[in-house]
């Protein structure tokens, strides 16, 4: 059996595909994660990434796994039904400490729900500042 490492989750509740495709590419990019192969047409995996000697793995869900196990993991849904991104950092190496793989996927998952959260932001901004256009009109 391979090595289990801790996942985390991100709500991605009335988000379009693409947004977020950018959201976990710039997620990546503040992580400092390297060779970003992200596939927004592909329906299961959204992308793989580096962390250092970790591989970072996201991918469409609507339920949560407990451990992923080497990286592959198996309640992986189609995009056009998930609820979620499941995101882990592993390491098919017995020198890697599963609990700093965890924090990486952690670190990961809190800068897309920033993204997120900046998005609602200004969208919620937007629709309040178009009632006040009119109103002046």
Partial sequence: MGRAFKPAYVEIKDIAPAKLHEFVSWSLDEASCT????????NRIL???ASGSLTVVVWWTAQQEENVIDGMPML???KEDATMLGVCAYS???TVDPTSATDVAL????KIEHFIQEFWKEVQSKQDFAPRLADQV
């Fill in 76 to 78: 992986t849904i189609n």
């Fill in 107 to 110: 670190r990961i998952k809190n």
């Fill in 35 to 42: 060779d970003k192969r992200l596939d927004l047409k592909a």
């Fill in 47 to 49: 992308g793989k990434a």
């Fill in 92 to 94: 098919r190496s017995q």
